[in-house]
């Protein structure tokens, strides 16, 4: 069993494992951990696109709402995360990712990697209501149908519509693309997100 409190020793498989093990730690419901998962693959597909580093770009998307079971108060959320990564030595470049990825966190998007994990985290959430309410889940989901979704205000009322949009215009990507690219990520991982069985 891998020790969670490990040091950050590099974004190679075993980092991947105990930050995984760190993950669970932290966070037990199903929902968050679907979540964190669908965030995380939207950041593998985005860093294998546009060649960057894949592990660690996958760790913070896993790890960006790690403090929210137990801290999910904007006073606390993401800031008890931020320092408990800081004190394993994580890299600043997580760290200051997972801060960006709130408006409460006053941390200027600036990297590729922070940007990206900001456009796609509410985004990444409202694609899994809209598998939640489909008979194959991922399968054969379409941008379209996530677009009208998005229309209907009363949908997943709690996913910020005006986030979502500000996300893919922070990142320079036409928000029908950004939806199609995390729409393939999720279906490529859909094992990992553990959604209902479908009928
Ligand atoms: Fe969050
Ligand atoms: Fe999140």
Same mark, same amino acid.
């Given at each position: 069993m891998l020790k969670p409190e490990h040091k950050f020793a590099g974004a190679d498989s075993a980092g991947y494992d105990r930050a995984l093990a760190l993950f669970h730690q932290w966070t037990h419901s199903l929902s968050l951990r679907r979540h964190a998962h669908a965030v995380e693959a939207a950041m593998e597909r985005y860093a294998t696109l546009w060649k960057q580093d894949v592990i660690l770009w996958r760790i913070t998307g896993l790890l960006h709402d790690m403090d929210y079971e137990k801290h999910p108060t904007p006073e606390e959320h993401p800031f008890v995360g931020v320092a408990h990564l800081q004190s394993l030595g994580y890299p600043e470049s997580v760290t200051t990712a997972i801060m960006g990825?709130? !408006?409460? &966190?006053?941390?200027?998007?600036?990297s590729l990697m922070a940007k990206t994990l900001f456009a796609c985290d509410e985004l990444a959430g409202f694609i899994t209501a809209v598998a939640l309410v489909?008979?194959?889940? !991922?399968? &054969?989901?379409k941008v379209k149908s996530v677009r009208k979704k998005l229309k209907?205000?009363?949908?997943?009322?709690?996913?910020?519509r005006l986030e979502i949009a500000q996300g893919a215009r922070e990142l320079g990507i036409a928000l029908p693309e950004h939806i199609a690219n995390v729409i393939a990520a999720m279906q490529h991982r859909e094992a990992r997100l553990q959604l209902p069985r479908a009928r």
């Open positions: 990825h709130t !408006m409460h &966190g006053h941390t200027p998007r600036e489909r008979p194959t889940r !991922m399968a &054969g989901m209907d205000k009363a949908f997943a009322a709690a996913v910020s």
